[in-house]
């Protein structure tokens, strides 16, 4: 049995889990190429034109190895906490994509609520039906995978430069090169370092959401909201990047939440879609990376916070 797993969405940060979980089932698993303008543009050719980027992307590594597996992994995650969820689109992301896509092998669409080791579980018992019936091998690939992903890290910490951001957006923004245009080194080479909030404690993330009127339900707004706002307030860090998707129903709401609370804090918003020139962007960080040079040069001059 060959297993197909497009690069996209979540892969960034689960991908541990769903490579051990089918190579320990004895599949062999074929995973989609980093993201690269053929992957963009086959994107572009089965999606809706209303989809953000993200699902775009998606959608191109799916066309990319549909015909080199037997079954493909469509992640319809539902939840990774707790009343919370992710977005619409991911909830019929497998609808989205097998009516967009001809010639498709089967797919693994079940839901995925993984907001504790027994919900997931649920999920690997449908799943690892389609390539075992040995509920025993299941079982044992599914510890073993969860063991795997339990010791796996995400985030960007780099302190090489006098200058810090936070580095704020869904995690298929920030961890993909080809959508975010290599911003990371982009701004390296500028002089600036990046921190992710994977470094900031759940605690502090969920002191700042306290303070709203309402908690978001999304899980990645309410991440996104929280660090931003704590690192208004952290001494390492002198503005905030938001790297966001056009057509992005929850940062477009978050953003400006954003915006109402940080006063004059620097904050650069990136919005990319399929359509985004790279030159524009490097202009933009350029302007912004002067800007937070000059603000650290006469930081005596800046007004506090409002
Ligand atoms: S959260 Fe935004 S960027 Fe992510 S899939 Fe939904 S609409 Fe797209």
Not at 14 to 23: E, K, M, Q, R
Not at 50 to 66: D, M, Q, R, T, Y
Not at 279 to 297: C, H, K, N, P, Y
Request: charged share 25%; glycine share 6%.
């Amino acid at each position: 049995m060959i297993v197909g797993i497009p690069k996209g969405l979540l892969y960034y940060k689960y991908n541990p889990f769903l490579f051990t979980f089918f190579t320990e089932l004895g599949a062999n698993v074929v995973v989609s190429e980093d993201t690269n303008k053929h992957i963009l543009d086959l994107g572009v050719k089965h999606c809706v034109d209303e989809a953000c980027l993200p699902i775009k992307i998606f959608h191109g590594h799916v066309a990319s190895i549909k015909n080199k597996c037997e079954l493909m992994v469509i992640p319809r995650v539902m939840q990774l906490e707790k009343n919370e969820y992710i977005c619409p689109k991911f909830c019929g992301l497998p609808e989205m994509v097998l009516n967009s896509i001809a010639g498709m092998p089967p797919a693994i669409t079940e839901p995925i609520y993984a907001f504790s080791k027994n919900s997931l579980y649920k999920w690997a018992k449908t799943a690892g039906k389609y390539v075992t019936s040995d509920i025993f091998k299941i079982r044992h690939a599914f510890k073993y995978a969860y063991e795997v992903q339990s010791k796996h890290r995400t985030g960007i910490n780099n302190n090489e430069h006098d200058i810090k951001i936070a580095l704020v957006g869904h995690p298929y923004n920030v961890y993909d090169n080809f959508s975010n245009m290599n911003l990371t080194a982009k701004l390296d080479k500028l002089g600036i370092s990046v921190e992710t909030m994977e470094f900031t404690n759940d605690f502090l993330i969920n002191m700042e959401i306290n303070n709203l009127y309402k908690r978001p339900f999304w899980t990645y707004a309410r991440e996104n909201y929280g660090f931003a706002l704590n690192a208004v307030k952290e001494k390492r860090f002198d503005g905030i990047i938001y790297i966001s998707s056009f057509n992005c129903g929850t940062d477009s709401i978050i953003i400006e939440l954003i915006k109402d609370k940080i006063g004059n804090f620097p904050l650069l918003i990136l919005k990319v879609d399929e359509h985004t020139g790279e030159a524009g962007i490097d202009t933009r960080i350029e302007a912004f990376s002067d800007m937070l040079e000059r603000r650290t040069q006469h930081e005596s001059n800046i007004p506090t916070n409002g």
